[in-house]
């Protein structure tokens, strides 16, 4: 969400727009990839003061749960508001019972969102078709985007070099939370199957989260450490990908998956699962396996291990993809001119 976000108000912004961000936490644009520079975030009680206080045009909501102060906004003002889901809440993938609560509570709260909300969109086909299919929700869809990757150092020979990965040796690289929506679990089996065989391999992980200890302690209990490397944040991640062969991306139905485009943005090619919106992302990039079965998913790594014309065929029509759907300036002007549509729609309604 925060990549999300601030590559939207800069885009915004260069486009002539202006823009609030509020956001009702604090939080550190310095570990959003491709952040704003100077970009001011009005958060807690200064975000909600001046949601409630300042004339706006338009209101764009990414978080159901926070959609009251906009739906007051709508009712007293007459300001309009756009609703984008950026997913389905998985209450039951969560461990923790105060988050089960949250997730559901945001389940209720994209219910009351979508009758209030003039506008609707969704990153993705599978999120629009599950709203409508479970909530009778109609949503548009404009697809998230980013920006191409301005690194050129350092480069693939000199990252791996730095990573002390070998000649010969398969990188695998997974990029989110140690979450069991993220299903790195899955992926660290079917990497146990390969070590099994005798394949040269590494895992390269960038990501935290509540499965963190789980993680680790598998890690320890397969005897995988010399196969395993983790950080639990990057600063800049070009160098774990410019060192991999194959990015894999195991979520359970993700709702979008930023981190894909920025896979394909290095003409890696994808190995994800076949639920969610991942197939729908990586399209013509990448190669599915049945979700959760480390069996089938040791198989495709195989596959794309013994086939480097292969990984470079699905790598080359990642880069192509990214560059034909998935680029900031598409998703900025979708967004510019939803924007405008509402707002000529809301005052010919007034």
Not at 208 to 223: I, N, R, W, Y
Not at 237 to 265: K, R, T, Y
Request: charged content about 20%; glycine content about 8%; some cysteine.
């Amino acid at each position: 969400m925060k990549q999300f976000a601030s590559t939207l108000c800069k885009g915004l912004r260069a486009k002539g727009v202006e823009v609030d961000l509020l956001c009702p936490a604090p939080w550190e644009l310095g570990d959003v990839h491709g952040s704003v520079e100077d970009l001011v975030v009005h958060h807690g009680w200064a975000a909600m003061g001046r949601l409630i206080a300042k004339k706006y045009d338009l209101i764009h909501c990414n978080i159901a749960s926070l959609g009251l102060i906009p739906i007051v906004r709508r009712k007293l003002d007459g300001i309009p508001i756009i609703e984008t889901f950026h997913g389905f809440p998985q209450w039951w993938l969560e461990s923790k019972v105060a988050a089960k609560m949250a997730y559901a509570a945001e389940f209720g709260a994209i219910q009351v969102m979508a009758k209030f909300a003039n506008s609707k969109t969704s990153v993705s086909n599978f999120v629009r078709s599950t709203l409508e299919q479970t909530l009778g929700i109609d949503s548009s869809v404009i697809h998230n985007g980013i920006s191409h990757c301005l690194f050129s150092k350092p480069t693939r020979e000199q990252s791996r070099r730095l990573l002390e990965i070998e000649d010969g040796t398969i990188a695998i690289l997974f990029v989110g939370r140690l979450h069991p929506a993220k299903d790195p679990m899955t992926l660290l089996r079917a990497l146990e199957i390969l070590v099994k065989q005798g394949r040269k391999v590494r895992f390269l992980v960038v990501g935290d989260g509540p499965l963190s200890k789980t993680f680790h302690a598998e890690v320890s209990a397969l005897h995988l450490q010399r196969f395993v490397t983790n950080w639990n944040y990057l600063p800049s991640l070009h160098p774990v990908f410019s060192a991999a062969d194959i990015f894999c991306f195991p979520s359970v139905n993700e709702a979008f998956g930023i981190v894909q485009l920025e896979a394909m943005d290095h003409s890696l090619p994808l190995l994800v699962s076949d639920s969610g919106a991942s197939p729908e992302v990586a399209g013509s990039g990448g190669i599915t396996f049945r979700t959760g079965n480390e069996v089938d998913l040791s198989q495709k790594l195989i596959q794309l291990a013994d086939d480097p014309a292969l990984r470079e065929k699905l790598g080359r029509e990642g880069r192509r993809r990214l560059e034909e759907c998935f680029m900031l300036d598409s998703m900025i002007r979708h967004y510019i001119r939803l924007y405008e549509e509402t707002i000529r729609s809301h005052q010919a309604r007034a």
